[in-house]
């Protein structure tokens, strides 16, 4: 069955390697069961089987199971390891501001307004429907995506949304 070999970093030091259909799910059961904050780094697209592979490689950081010290291998893996992104359900949420700030960026209204120089109201506005960002909001949403590391695709802004830009 394919879905994702994830990777979660605890504060403690640990990175837990695993596989599941739903990454953000299983970051929320991890995080229920430890008292550590944990935080999905990223994750391949994959079986069991790129897990069991990933597994061996990093085997002499290896503490217990699926988690590993934070060091050597690991860091590179992690360094070097995609972002996840979930899944977009539809093709409004595809190209709502609200999924690029949460799923794309992972930032707050706050941050979102920061970045894209305006309000936070504003920002709760696009989520909304109600308004829609400027021209050049949208670039310095891009820009800071790009910024990221993310691989940016501008059909994010505008699919169904057309009006976007003016």
């Known amino acids: 069955m394919t879905g994702y070999v994830y990777a979660i970093r605890s ?55 699926e988690w590993f010290r934070n060091d050597g291998g690991v860091s590179r893996m992690l360094s070097s390891m995609p972002r996840y992104i979930p899944p977009v359900k539809s093709e409004a949420a595809r190209n709502s501001m609200e999924y690029i700030r949460k799923n794309v960026l992972q930032i707050s209204q706050a941050q979102m307004a920061s970045i894209a120089q305006t309000s936070q109201a504003n920002v709760s506005r696009w989520e909304c429907g109600k308004v829609f960002p400027y021209l050049n909001q949208l670039e310095h949403i891009r820009e800071e995506a790009q910024a990221r590391g993310i691989e940016w695709n501008d059909s994010l802004f505008f699919g169904d949304r057309s009006e976007a830009a003016q």
Not at 29 to 51: F, M
């Open 11 to 65: 504060e403690c030091g640990l990175v837990k390697i695993g596989w599941s259909s739903d990454p953000i799910r299983r970051l929320s059961k991890i995080q229920s069961d430890t008292p550590n904050r944990c935080v999905l780094v990223g994750a391949y697209v994959g079986g069991r089987d790129l897990e069991a592979e990933i597994h061996d490689q990093l085997r002499p950081w290896r503490v217990r199971g």
